[in-house]
């Protein structure tokens, strides 16, 4: 049972426009979520996350969204760059005696054309 | 620099044998935690530890085995009885005393059996 959803495998845009990154989760009991970036044969590093009690938060080129009615999240690249070319996995956590666990998406490979 | 160090970077194992993953962290992070990768899924939980000397199975904990002797060591061992052990590993650790504190990953072990 996949609680975490990434439903675009890829994403291709081009450089100077925004990317829509996409997550869909099952879990009401996720009150927290997380961006990773991962470059290949790396550890991810982390990118940005939001509180279940926010709907947007901002880190410079980076924001995500998160509607929990719809158990959506969305990480908005603006405006992006070739750097900006990798994995990106969307993360979640509940709290309680299991939190710090991380429940993740299966990816979306974005790459961004010069 | 504080860090999660993983090693060996690429380890090759013989069917039948055992074969153990280090990960230490100076991070003094209380929690620690072992995610398996493979091609196109998203990464999966295997064994997290969130104090020294008690750990518990994650998602997939059926051929692994883990100990926590110390707080800044986490050894993985995969064992003959993982069907299929081929797969990039990921260890990661986070404070456990405020929710939302984000993990930590190191760079990964590859392992190959061949």
């Known amino acids: 049972d996949q609680q975490v959803k990434q439903n675009s495998p890829s994403l291709s845009v081009q450089e100077g426009r925004i990317s829509i990154l996409n997550c869909d989760y099952t879990n009401s009991m996720f009150d927290y979520f997380l961006w990773y970036k991962k470059y290949p044969a790396e550890g991810p590093t982390f990118l940005i996350s939001?509180?279940?009690?926010?709907d947007k938060n901002e880190d410079g080129r980076f924001t995500v969204f998160l509607n929990k009615s719809a158990k959506h999240l969305s990480l908005h690249i603006v405006p992006s760059q070739p750097g900006d070319s990798a994995v990106y996995f969307c993360a979640a956590k509940s709290g309680g005696t299991s939190y710090g666990k991380l429940t993740f998406g299966q990816g979306t490979i974005l790459t961004v054309h010069p | 620099d504080g860090g999660i160090t993983q090693s060996p970077k690429y380890l090759f194992r013989k069917e039948g044998q055992n074969v153990t993953l280090s990960c230490e962290q100076n991070l003094n992070h209380d929690a620690m935690y072992w995610y398996r990768q493979d091609p196109g899924q998203g990464l999966r939980l295997i064994y997290y530890?969130?104090?020294?000397?008690?750990?518990q199975k994650g998602d997939i904990a059926e051929g692994y085995s883990v100990s926590r002797e110390k707080k800044e060591s986490f050894p993985l061992t995969v064992t003959s009885a993982q069907k299929n052990p081929t797969a990039f590993y990921l260890c990661?650790?986070?404070?456990?005393?405020?929710?939302?504190?984000?993990?930590?990953f190191g760079q990964g072990t590859r392992l190959t059996v061949v």
């Open positions: 939001i509180s279940s009690i926010k």
């Open positions: 990661a650790s986070s404070r456990r005393d405020r929710v939302g504190t984000e993990a930590f």
């Open positions: 530890s969130q104090i020294v000397n008690d750990f």
